[in-house]
């Protein structure tokens, strides 16, 4: 199989500048008040959409409005909650752990440090990127569905994994790391899409290699 050109040193800063200057004020689509409905909405969104987690939280939140009152729920009661969201069972299981570890470990405050994040039930380390580039904008890439596509699109990335994405993404682009995760998230979801992508819409034609993937196949 004929392998994809990669982007330039060039192109990587042309992309960039692009992705900075339209997404310089992007924040997630995921309703939350504060770092723990974040960590919640972030741990329900994994293959599952931000609109159909927006349904879910609010009731959620209401009747669990802090890590004490969830890590005392009941099981059944938080999964009938989520029993729209994909992977229901293991996820209410997680968020209840999440909560009781916080409670016992971190004086009910949810840490805003990568390490200790991972160490919380359901959050690994994309989700604990996700929680810290969206609530203190930290320097950090996280490697979504959307953001996989758009790198590999673009010659960013040829990795297989979305760990090796990450590593690869944060490595050529160094800074504005939030800022780009972004607007590759919102690009991806809204023109760059796994299907029929708008590419009339699109302001990085000229660096797309869709193309030349297509002719690989």
């Known amino acids: 199989m004929k ?8 192109e990587i800063e042309a992309i960039k500048t692009e992705f900075v ?21 972030v741990a329900l969104s994994a293959q599952c959409t931000d609109k159909r987690v927006n ?8 009747k669990y409005p802090d890590v004490v009152s969830l890590g005392n729920a009941d099981l059944g009661e938080v999964k009938a909650f989520l029993q729209s969201c994909s992977f229901f069972n ?23 440090d990568a390490k200790k994040l991972v160490t919380l039930a359901g959050v690994g380390q994309k989700t604990a990127n996700v929680v810290l580039i ?10 979504d ?13 040829d990795d297989e994994t979305a760990l090796k994405t990450e590593d690869t993404l944060a490595k050529k682009f160094k800074t504005n790391l939030h800022q780009l995760h972004q607007g590759m998230v919102l690009f991806g979801r809204y023109i760059c899409t796994a299907k029929s992508p708008k ?19």
């Open 199 to 217: 590419c009339e819409e699109c302001f990085l034609t000229e660096f797309c290699r869709t193309k030349e993937t297509f002719k690989a196949r």
């Open 134 to 143: 969206e609530y203190t904008q930290a320097n950090l890439m996280a490697v």
């Open 21 to 41: 200057s339209r997404y310089d004020e992007a924040v997630t689509e995921l309703d939350y008040k504060n770092p723990y409905e974040l960590v919640i909405a």
């Open 90 to 112: 293991n996820k209410a299981k997680n968020i209840i752990a999440m909560a009781q570890r916080v409670v016992e470990v971190y004086e009910g405050e949810i840490p805003l």
């Open 55 to 62: 349904i879910i939280t609010p009731a959620l939140f209401e």
């Open 145 to 157: 569905t959307h953001v996989f596509r758009v790198a590999h699109r673009l010659g960013l990335s």
């Open 3 to 10: 392998k994809v050109k990669k982007a330039t040193k060039k």
